[in-house]
């Protein structure tokens, strides 16, 4: 029976593909970063091209998943579930949605950032993206953790990757309440209609840290069980 690349690589871990997918999620939302920048400068050409990188690295990742969905054996030697990694494959790939969300509104309405905020929204947007990658660097840590038995240094390296996680949504949280307190000074001097769009792109920026907190809890399951 012939066999693709993406179904070697459950003969080579039965947890590469989902390292694989979590490593285009985090590509995916890094790339907020610059594009954020695009658009606080007014550089819509640019905006539009990160924008088509992030939608492409989006449907990367649902490409993954989709292969992942099918592929996964009812049955691996590990001490974990099918369903647990297709539980954790799914808050992974919430991450990328968000992105793909985020930047659509934007562009879709070429949104600008009140200056008063604008600062303010690069540090909040840079923390959660931040909270995806350390997420990232613990599913990717999945391999070694097979290979020890799920025990030793790399297991207290992957709890202590979890612990800074939790620290990272932690701090991304109370960034968000700093800038709704700034928006609400802001709320009468601004359009209602871009006031309320400028709230939804904050709640979702704040959903990335979120989902990247859930990622690490997903993976504490895994390793209690």
């Not at 660097?137 to 939790?166: C, H, P, R, W, Y």
């Amino acid at each position: 029976m012939p066999t693709t690349p993406f179904l070697d690589l459950f003969g080579k871990s039965p947890v590469r593909p989902l390292e694989e997918h979590m490593a285009k999620v985090h590509a995916c939302v890094k790339e907020l970063c610059p594009f954020i920048d695009a658009v606080i400068a007014k550089d819509w050409e640019k905006a539009d091209q990160v924008r088509d990188e992030i939608a492409k690295l989006e449907n990367d990742a649902d490409d993954l998943k989709r292969e992942l969905r099918l592929h996964l054996p009812n049955s691996l030697f590990m001490p974990f579930s099918r369903g647990d990694l297709l539980l954790l494959l799914e808050v992974q790939d919430a991450l990328a949605n968000k992105a793909k969300d985020i930047s659509g509104i934007i562009l879709g309405r070429k949104m600008q950032f009140p200056d008063a905020i604008a600062d303010q929204y690069l540090e909040f947007l840079n923390k959660s993206v931040k909270a995806s990658e350390k997420a990232n660097l613990a599913i990717q840590e999945l391999d070694e953790l097979l290979e020890t038995g799920f025990g030793g240094n790399e297991m207290k390296l992957v709890e202590s990757m979890i612990e800074k996680l939790v620290a990272i949504e932690h701090s991304a949280d109370n960034l968000e309440i700093k800038i709704r307190q700034q928006m609400l000074d802001l709320e009468k001097s601004l359009p209602p209609i871009d006031v309320m769009f400028i709230y939804k792109v904050i709640h979702w920026t704040g959903n990335l840290a979120d989902d990247a907190r859930q990622i690490g809890d997903h993976l504490q399951i895994l390793l209690a069980k």
